[in-house]
């Protein structure tokens, strides 16, 4: 749903085809029904020209549009070509159409190796996935694929057992060779599909004190579930993460969720919010109700505060806000009984009901700040450890540069530093190509502009 379209319905496109209705939208793009038949993706000039750059679309793919003072490009699509955003993955009918999207996954990244591909526009008719969201650590491949293999569930292609139980009519052999055709390895293992990662160690660079938390309070019990059943713990209680924006909640999430290899589901403002009294209880409850035929299952409440603010709040008034309140009660001891990890993520702790932070919901509520100047330090090594880098890198004027910034930024820096030593044809990553790197960041919100770059010097 697109709720400020930038076009109006029956705009006339260059090619004839006139808006029938808005479907989707993002930061810089918008996706439209076309009548007579098919899509058009719109978007601004500066992400359509991306695209160009990075070789992922011929200029002669996308027509120029003007609307007043506003002008976009456009990329039109037959009906016969599927044109969607992969987080609104639809149900795949055969295995051609899966085959068709692990091909476009793997040209694409022939093309644009590092770009995030998470909430990318699938363009069938060019074998393509035009990446939309800013540099950051994204969602890994496996996980892109997984989510349109199995209709919006956040599971690893690389599980086949577990993606097999959520993708009816593709066997085994059907799903392997799918993987395969994406570019991705397949493991013999599967660890993740057993339901134990006890043979791998949980990392969670930069956040030592966070990994064990989720090392002790809920790895470690679901490795030894009989030892824990046998004193009364069944299952890890509902988790509540605060912290403010960029501090690293969702990237500690996210390393949870592949470590365990469980599918995940998402509850969002985006995605759940609903202008219409009652809808936004049915779809939370149809989240809960899906992740239960999965089990077991993790599921994501983001920005929970938009959903659980204190009832008692003069803004959070409204029988239609504590039925919706009144329905995370109800259905999240419902999820721990049936293992389901639930796991809460807030900017704003304070405004959270009370009864949602009493034991038997949110047992867990966890402060997560912004990475300290050791956090970034430690995330680097690590980052760095595995590449060919020079001897007696100095990396205080880089730490000093991320500390208080998201750890993303961290990740982006090393990813863009290799990306720039293997474009200039080097092997070794030098200071040079980190600094290089940091400097194609934004500036931190609130910092000036002459804080953005960094000189680098012998």
């Known amino acids: 749903m697109v709720l400020d379209p930038w076009l109006p319905l029956g705009f006339a496109l260059p090619d004839g085809l006139n808006l029938r209705a808005s479907l989707a939208e993002g930061q810089d793009w918008q996706l439209y029904e076309t009548a007579p038949a098919g899509r058009v993706l719109v978007a601004r000039e500066e992400l359509a020209r991306s695209w160009v750059e990075r070789g992922l679309l011929e200029p002669v793919a996308l027509s120029s549009i003007r609307f007043g003072e506003d002008s976009f490009m456009a990329l039109t699509s037959e009906t016969r070509h599927l044109l969607a955003p992969v987080d609104a993955s639809p149900r795949l009918r055969d295995a051609s159409e899966a085959l068709a999207f692990a091909v476009a996954l793997r040209e694409t990244r022939r093309r644009d190796a590092t770009s995030n591909l998470q909430g990318a526009v699938y363009v069938e008719r060019f074998s393509r996935l035009l990446p939309v969201l800013s540099a950051g650590i994204g969602m890994p491949d496996d996980l892109v694929l997984g989510m349109w293999l199995s209709g919006g569930v956040r599971v690893s292609a690389q599980s086949l057992r577990r993606l097999s139980s959520l993708t009816r009519g593709l066997g085994m052999d059907e799903l392997k060779a799918i993987v395969e055709a994406a570019g991705l390895s397949v493991s013999n293992t599967e660890p993740a599909d057993s339901g134990s990662s006890k043979s791998r160690r949980f990392e969670l660079p930069g956040r030592e004190k966070l990994e064990a938390f989720f090392s002790e309070h809920v790895i470690d019990i679901i490795e030894n579930a009989s030892r824990y059943k046998a004193l009364g713990i069944d299952f890890p209680a509902a988790i509540a993460l605060h912290g403010p924006p960029g501090c690293g909640k969702t990237f500690a999430v996210s390393k949870l969720i592949d470590h365990l290899g469980w599918p995940s589901f998402s509850i969002d403002s985006s995605s759940i919010g609903s202008p219409y009294i009652h809808e936004t209880g049915r779809k939370i409850a149809r989240v809960f109700d899906?992740?239960?035929r999965s089990s077991p299952a993790v599921i994501v409440i983001d920005e929970m505060d938009a959903f659980l603010s204190d009832r008692q709040l003069s803004g959070s008034q409204g029988l239609h806000h504590v039925e919706e309140v009144a329905e995370f009660l109800r259905r999240i001891p419902e999820a721990i009984a049936n293992n389901i990890l639930v796991i809460g993520m807030t900017n704003r702790i304070e405004t959270i009901d009370p009864a949602l932070l009493r034991r038997g919901r949110f047992d867990h509520v966890i402060a997560v700040d912004m990475p300290t100047a050791q956090e970034v330090r430690g995330l680097l090594i690590k980052l760095l450890s595995p590449l060919?880098?020079?001897?007696?890198?100095?990396?205080?004027?880089?730490?000093?540069?991320?500390?208080?910034?998201?750890?993303?930024?961290?990740?982006?820096?090393v990813r863009e530093g290799a990306r720039l030593t293997a474009r200039a044809g080097r092997q070794i990553v030098d200071r040079a190509s980190l600094i290089t790197a940091l400097n194609s960041l934004p500036p931190r919100e609130g910092a000036g502009k002459e804080s953005r770059r960094i000189g680098f010097g012998r």
């Open 290 to 292: 899906e992740a239960l």
């Open 388 to 413: 060919p880098c020079e001897k007696d890198m100095d990396m205080t004027p880089l730490v000093e540069a991320l500390t208080g910034r998201p750890l993303s930024d961290a990740a982006f820096v």
